[in-house]
């Protein structure tokens, strides 16, 4: 059976929890699980190449393994670990705003840390190793804070890259949404701009689940007047320059540009527009540095418009990752953290 066959075929089991194509919901929940799960893939798929540890080649990325953290074929790394430490929380029901799950996310941050993972930002390895063994979401944003007054350099893209949940349980909220994705990212990056890329990216992701469509300036509208003159410009800039122009991309406003630019940049295929996830993600990947990353933001925003239905089956099948869990899984999180409900329209 071919490619585009087996994908469409197993969608509606996996990715809809058995519901049929016909039900109200089902379209906006494949959708809703594709934003995690097209971030997972997009992370497994670029980590062999990241920082040039591997060339790709004229077919495109595979999911080969190796990369900085010798990782399995089809194996995830940190951004995907980091999501799930959210999706976890989310999937419970909690509200992602209130302490309670702030400090969950945190304490699954900090267990990862304990587990001595093979791929960690050097911003996140810093924070996580002060916090002590069982911090607070309050410790840690007041350490999060404290580096930014410090330093001045907290704008890493290491919160940008775990935003593929946090919309998921405020689909009918946009304004949740913003507060979320703004706590979240400060539990590590309290960069001012760290926290607008994650609030336009989650917003992106939310819309892009609603009503099929990319959309990134909507966003604009829940900043300040400052933020939405510094962030037209850099979205024009990824709208107009080639994708190659953002590498170096470990800065967060490089990599939501490197992301988008990779998204808006590829033509979309009149005959199966889902092949559009796939060739986007080698846009991704082909302009280099942090590849995972930079993958796994397109990747969750590309998930989250074209649907797990739309990610081809050859990379879901060996799609895994810490804490020793499948895609398949994720999946079934992401379900729970979406609510049946909530994703329906």
């Known amino acids: 059976m071919g490619e585009r066959g087996e994908r469409n075929n197993d969608a509606e089991l996996w990715a809809a929890g058995g519901r049929t194509k016909s039900a109200p919901s089902s379209a906006r929940l494949d959708r809703a699980c594709g934003a995690v799960l097209g971030s997972a893939v997009g992370d497994a798929l670029g980590a062999p190449y990241e920082f040039g540890c591997a ?28 999501a799930w430490c959210i999706l976890e929380v989310a999937a419970t029901g909690a509200d992602l705003r209130s302490p309670e799950a702030l400090t969950a996310i945190g304490r699954h941050f900090r267990t990862w840390y304990e587990s001595n993972p093979p791929d960690i930002g050097v911003q996140t390895r810093s924070l996580l190793g002060e916090v002590g063994t069982a911090p607070t979401g309050d410790v840690m944003t007041a350490a999060a804070q404290d580096l930014h007054r410090r330093t001045g350099r907290t704008a890493g893209n290491g919160s940008l890259m775990r935003t593929a949940a946090v919309a998921l349980p405020y689909l009918d909220d946009p304004g949740a949404v913003v507060s979320a994705a703004r706590a979240i990212s400060a539990l590590t990056h309290y960069d001012p701009r760290a926290q607008e890329a994650c609030v336009l990216w989650s917003l992106a992701i939310r819309r892009a689940v609603l009503d099929a469509e990319f959309d ?21 800039e990824a709208e107009t320059w080639d994708p190659s122009r953002f590498s170096p991309n470990g800065w967060v406003v490089a990599a939501l540009q490197a992301a988008w630019a990779s998204i808006v940049s590829t033509p979309v295929p009149d005959t199966d527009p889902c092949l559009h996830f796939g060739a986007a993600l080698d846009t991704a990947i082909r302009i280099g540095d942090d590849t995972d990353t930079v993958a796994a933001i397109a990747g969750a925003l590309l998930g989250a418009r074209w649907g797990a239905s739309g990610v081809p089956a050859r990379w879901r099948r060996i799609l895994h990752g810490y804490p020793g869990i499948t895609g398949e899984e994720l999946v079934g999180l992401a379900q729970r953290a979406a609510g049946l409900g909530t994703a329906g329209g």
């Open 216 to 236: 990134l300036r909507a966003g604009l509208a829940y900043l300040d007047a400052d933020g939405v003159e510094y962030w037209t410009a850099r979205i024009d």
């Open 55 to 82: 060339a790709v080649g004229v077919d495109g990325p595979q999911m080969i393994g190796g990369g900085l953290g010798d990782f399995a074929p089809g194996e995830w790394t940190d951004d995907t670990t980091m």
